[in-house]
Structures are given as C-alpha cells and as structure tokens.
C-alpha cells in the first residue's frame, strides 16, 4: 500500500537537495518518503546515498507521491517533466513548481486539472536560510497553501505572494544573495585597504552582515532605526554612510532589485511594452 506522505522530486540537483535535507532533518518526513529522479547519474547516486528512492523515471516519482511532486528542473525541461506528470495517474499531489520565470498558467496548462504552486526560492537554501515567496495556482487549496509553507519553512522562511509579485521576489530574494555577496566583497576590501588581512577582513564582513540581518529580523524594528542607533554625531560611521550615500550605494541597489525583476518578467515572456507601461519598470 503506497504511503499518502511520500513526496517527490523531479531533479535532484543542488536545490532539491537542499530542500529535502531541510525537510527529513525537521522531522517532517523520513528518507524513505522522498522519492527523486534525474538524468544525471551522480545526482541519483548522491540521492540514493542519503537513503532517498532515487530513479531515472519522472513516472516512478509521480506514482509514488501522493502529497507534492517538486518540479526542481530548469525552465528549458519544464515542458518534458509536465509532460511526464500529465501522462501518469493523478495520484492528489500538488505540483510545486521552483523553475524560474515558469508561470502558473503555463503550468496550468502543461497540467490540466492540476493544482499547481510557483515558487521563488533562494541559494541560502543550501544553509538552511533561504527566503521564498510563494503563489497558489487556480484549484490549489489551504490544506496545500499549509503544505508548502510547512515545507518551505524547513528550510528558511516562506511568504505567500500574488504571482504578479513573484518577478520582485526574484529581484530582491532571488538574486538578492548575489548583492550581499558582492557587498561583503567590497566591505572585505575595504579592510585589506585599511591594513586588515584578507582572511580577518572577510570573516568581519560576513559576520557583520550576518549579525546586522539577525538584528533586523529579531527586533522588528525599521533598518532605518538601527542605523541610526549606531551613527553618532560626528562619528565614524556617518562619515562612511556619506561616503556610501556619494558613491550611490542605495541608487544603485534599488536599480539592482529593479533590473532585475524586469528581466525575470522578459524571461517569463512579458513584452518590454508591458513591463513599462503596466509596471513602469
């Protein structure tokens, strides 16, 4: 008899790997219940390892899982993997896609009578600090919308999001980590300017970036607010905000976050007509 919890993933690459590990280490499933499959041999062989069920059939995942099959292939493989899921018996899971720019009404379509979830994940996922936002399809329901907040948060933390938001979670989740990596870069070389070695000045950096974001998110407070708590009159760190302010640092990180929302909508199809004109970017 299968078992009504078993989950699936189709691709196991370093995504999906990342979600099921945060997955069976809070418990909320054991090794035995995912099921995985991809072309790639060592992937299967890494799964298979980890005690997963491991397989090259996309039609072997979709008749074993019966709560949620993940769609963790890139977007040029969705429509095969649709493909293979709309050809094998419906089992009642629900179909969560985390391909980039892939809309719901494309998954809709590839899978009629489906209920189908998007979601933006992040690489801190590999950590276990991802940020994913999150849009349900037309027939997913609350017991879904439960499901894959329980499963996104195993990993980090989920916000649900209408789908015409999910190109600005990409732009300041989903490529987010690119900007923070950049950033603890410069603020790194910043010190080796100073005097600091390399190595000192970039553990200071990412630990300060790292305590600065446990701040915002423990406190609640506005970054504004704690800026300021740190910036005296006069002092040293006002002197660097000025610099950062001269040198367009906040310009230049909201048209990072803007640019990149706009190509997440080319790269789902939208014409660069509509993205000015309905969303003036």
Request: hydrophobic content about 40%.
């Given at each position: ?164 938001l999910l190109n ?91 640019a990149a929302t ?20």
């Open positions: 008899m299968p078992n009504n919890n078993n989950i699936g993933f189709i691709g196991a690459g370093m995504m999906a790997s990342s979600l099921i590990g945060g997955i069976v280490s809070k418990n909320l499933r054991t090794s035995d219940q995912i099921y995985c499959s991809d072309p790639y041999p060592p992937a299967r062989e890494a799964a298979a390892a980890k005690g997963y069920n491991a397989t090259e059939s996309n039609a072997e995942v979709c008749a074993n899982s019966h709560d949620a099959i993940f769609l963790a292939v890139k977007p040029n493989c969705i429509a095969g993997a649709c493909g293979d899921i709309a050809a094998s018996e419906d089992t009642g899971a629900v179909i969560i896609s985390i391909a980039a720019g892939v809309t719901l009404e494309t998954l809709e379509e590839a899978l009629p009578g489906r209920r189908v979830v998007r979601v933006m994940p992040n690489t801190p996922c590999l950590v276990g600090e991802a940020a994913c936002g999150f849009a349900l399809g037309a027939r997913a329901n609350d017991e879904d919308r439960t499901l894959v907040k329980t499963l996104l948060d195993a990993v980090g933390i989920s916000m649900e999001v209408n789908e015409t600005a979670v990409t732009g300041v989740s989903g490529s987010g980590p690119a900007y923070v990596f950049q950033f603890i870069e410069a603020l790194s070389d910043g010190g080796v300017r100073a005097g600091l070695p390399r190595n000192v000045a970039t553990q200071l950096a990412a630990q300060t970036v790292k305590g600065a974001a446990e701040m915002v998110l423990s406190t609640g407070k506005h970054p504004g607010e704690l800026k300021d708590a740190v910036t005296s009159p006069g002092g040293t760190t006002i002197a660097g905000v000025e610099a950062l302010e001269k040198g367009g640092f906040r310009a230049a990180t909201i048209s990072a976050v803007t706009k190509r997440s909508m080319q790269l789902g199809g939208t014409s660069d007509a509509e993205i000015k004109n309905k969303y003036g970017l």
